[in-house]
């Protein structure tokens, strides 16, 4: 019986009804991790006897008579920028090589209420910064579609676990389209939810009024299943918003008839892959058959996001990796000289990519530059969470590619940093705007590459969200292409 690769739901379902035994369902993603983990690189971390224990304990529980809920017992990995207690919290960084978490984060807590097991720890670009994995301090991860290309990142370990059936799900984090690209580039489904709809404490953080962590999944249900367990309050966290977490699952088969989506009449698709703009026109002609009414709306500021958030997203980095210093954790140089000891330690433990950032970051918040780039770049970003609050006055969510191409080539942009920060153009904005935004599976390229949809909501309005999400993946099915491995 095929295990690994059906969603866990569906897992769920076949063992409550006797044919497979939690203890079966995590045998069989440990020996796919086994067999083929160490070409894709997805793990950093492999919880293999832990994870065996936890699901023996689950299947003497179902065996007793009592309920379990569906994540119980599943297997799904996290990204390497999560504290979870007694594991190694790397972020995928020589800094934090040898750090062992102390404490657990809320995202994985809630998940442990849940019943989850954790079953290993997933490469990404060094403290989430880079859209390819290939900024990792240990291997760069690779796409299970074709291994010669990147995964996506900074989620990138995590859209491999799940693409390559190394995990039943997953969870990802979010900074300027981490979650999102990756699944785009692996045919997954990826979910940003509104800023501060799930807590970011113990999350480990790049640039804090930015990120948000949200699942990686085999279909849209898995998707609402994750995020229902991991939102909600948490008085750790300041940004944590105080509202109710509705049923995803109620949403998912509302009819979509009558709604509107939102086409940006100044979206700039020359840029783009011909096939990326083929699939997005398709997709989008696809809704308007059924019913959805398409509605051009502007964003007029959209050319600013990128570099826009390339100001916001330095200048927060650069403030929140300053307690990496050498003294309190993490790696640790021999230098006797304090100054040398702050300088030496940071020169060994980070990595290019992470330099380049703290030092846009440190400059554009030095005396004399402060208001002309931070200032600047927030109130561009105030500007453009008022354009996207003005056109969700006229539509239900918005549509635009995740994207501007399919996976590029491993080393093919890593030496072109201006061309590889273009690639997040269309991620960006709801990032900057702390709007919720997934990418669906919604074709393939001739070169059998994966290429998603992104589906971009209003504040809070995840439901909508699922609602045409699940509806385009139950009635627009779409071949996958083959896994290399």
Not at 263 to 291: A, R, T, W
């Amino acid at each position: 019986m095929q295990i690994t690769g059906l969603p866990l739901h569906r897992l769920h379902q076949k063992r409550l009804g006797g044919e497979i035994t939690t203890l079966q369902i995590v045998q069989a993603y440990l020996e796919r991790i086994k067999a083929v983990d160490k070409e894709l690189g997805a793990f950093l971390y492999v919880n293999g006897e832990s994870s065996l224990v936890q699901a023996e304990a689950v299947d003497k529980k179902l065996a007793r008579g009592g309920k379990i809920g569906t994540l119980e017992g599943m297997p799904i990995a996290v990204k390497d920028n999560f504290n979870t207690r007694g594991i190694p919290t790397t972020c995928a960084s020589k800094i934090l090589k040898d750090y062992v978490a102390p404490y657990e984060s809320t995202v994985t807590r809630k998940l442990i209420e849940n019943g989850y097991i954790l079953i290993g720890k997933t490469n990404m670009d060094e403290f989430a910064m880079g859209s390819s994995n290939e900024n990792s301090a240990f291997w760069p991860a690779k796409n299970p579609w074709d291994l010669e290309r990147v995964p996506g990142g900074s989620s990138g370990g995590s859209a491999v676990a799940v693409a390559a059936n190394l995990a039943a799900g997953a969870i990802g984090s979010d900074t300027g389209g981490s979650i999102r690209q990756p699944a785009s580039f692996t045919n997954i489904v990826g979910f940003k939810p509104t800023y501060g709809r799930v807590s970011r404490w113990g999350m480990v953080a790049f640039a804090s009024s930015l990120d948000q962590a949200g699942p990686m999944t085999q279909d849209v249900e898995d998707a609402a299943l994750i995020l229902k367990a991991i939102s909600g309050h948490d008085e750790l966290d300041a940004t944590s918003l105080k509202v109710e977490v509705p049923d995803y699952l109620r949403s998912l088969n509302q009819p979509v008839k009558s709604m509107k989506l939102g086409i940006i009449k100044n979206l700039d698709l020359e840029s783009c892959d011909s096939q990326v703009v083929d699939i997005y026109k398709e997709s989008i002609n696809f809704y308007q058959k059924q019913g959805v009414e398409l509605v051009e709306i502007e964003i007029p500021n959209l050319e600013h996001v990128v570099a826009t958030y390339y100001i916001i997203g330095p200048c927060e980095a650069s403030s929140n990796l300053g307690r990496y210093d050498g003294i309190r954790y993490g790696l640790r140089s021999d230098a006797k000289a304090l100054k040398d000891l702050y300088e030496e330690s940071r020169d060994l433990g980070f990595g290019n990519e992470v330099k380049i950032r703290i030092l846009l970051g440190t400059f554009a918040l030095s005396a004399g530059y402060y208001d002309a780039y931070y200032l600047k770049a927030q109130k561009i970003q105030n500007i453009i969470r008022h354009q996207f609050k003005e056109a969700f006055r006229q539509v239900d969510a918005i549509a635009c590619p995740v994207t501007t191409t399919p996976a590029f080539k491993l080393g093919e942009r890593i030496n072109d940093p201006l061309k590889m920060y273009l690639s997040d153009i269309f991620s960006i904005p709801p990032n900057l705007a702390g709007l919720p935004a997934l990418s669906i599976p919604a074709g393939i390229t001739k070169n059998n590459l994966p290429v998603g949809l992104q589906l971009i909501g209003d504040h809070l309005q995840e439901g909508k969200l699922f609602q045409l999400a699940h509806f385009f993946e139950q009635n627009h099915p779409i071949e996958k292409p083959k896994l290399m491995i």
